[in-house]
């Protein structure tokens, strides 16, 4: 038993003050101190003069003779809980979740390895996925897929497009298309299998002339003295089309 004399705004009082530490521990076992809860329990009454109050406090066996601030103005027990953070983990380390504290280096689940990717921006996380796994490549510090890689060279003429749709919409000075590409390596074939309908992007409709068409209540837009624009062969430079 701790005793500790407070004020109630009229009486000095006295307390009876206990802590006590709770540890917690993480999904791979590590134990940590995580909170420490401090129970106040209101004894008496002591006396609404100081010198009093302290006198009476010796006789109960109080020893913490300065009256303490934190409780001031207080009359009822009470409690409160001071929360510790979590240990410090190393950046090879996941820091939260089922593998918390489980080096980051040697983990083979890749849905996980992505999902903390795009969760804490991690790069070993991201080094690791590529490491697994061919399709991703890391670019400047940012994790893309083979299908990202691929629809910037899109973007910069890089590949001969096919359309596989005709234009869809004519808004705010751009339009949408579906095309596909010749697929000559096994990253490329993944792209196709993923996008069965074609992968689709959006240029500026800019020099197109498009014209507004309807088919059985599906509307969609080709370039004037056009019937189709569909397995027509272009590439793509700055957004803009060049038919081929």
């Not at 991201?126 to 691929?150: H, N, Q």
């Not at 059985?216 to 189709?228: D, E």
Request: glycine share 6%.
């Amino acid at each position: 038993m701790s005793l500790k004399i407070g004020f109630a705004n009229t009486f000095y009082t006295l307390w009876d003050v206990s802590s006590e530490d709770c540890y917690s521990t993480t999904p791979n076992g590590v134990h940590y101190l995580s909170h420490t809860k401090t129970n106040y329990f209101y004894f008496q009454n002591l006396s609404k003069t100081l010198e009093v109050a302290i006198e009476k406090a010796k006789q109960k066996g109080c020893t913490d003779l300065v009256p303490s601030d934190s409780l001031r103005g207080h009359s009822r027990s009470f409690s409160n809980t001071i929360t510790h953070p979590k240990p410090s983990y190393a950046e090879w380390q996941f820091v939260n979740g089922k593998y918390e504290g489980q080096d980051i280096r040697l983990s083979n689940d890749l849905k996980y390895l992505l999902w903390y990717y795009n969760e804490k921006d991690c790069l070993v996380s991201a080094a690791r996925v590529c490491e697994l796994d061919s399709y991703y490549t890391l670019v400047d510090g940012k994790l893309l897929t083979a299908g990202d890689l691929i629809l910037r060279d899109i973007r910069q003429g890089k590949y001969e497009l096919e359309a596989v749709s005709n234009f869809k919409g004519d808004e705010d000075g751009y339009t949408w298309i579906n095309v596909k590409i010749e697929a000559k390596t096994d990253d490329e074939q993944k792209v196709m299998d993923e996008n069965p309908y074609g992968i689709q992007i959006s240029i500026l409709s800019e020099g197109l002339n498009l014209l507004r068409k309807e088919y059985k209540g599906f509307v969609y837009f080709t370039p004037k003295g056009m019937r189709s624009f569909k397995g027509k062969k272009f590439t793509i430079n700055n957004q803009i089309i060049k038919i081929n």
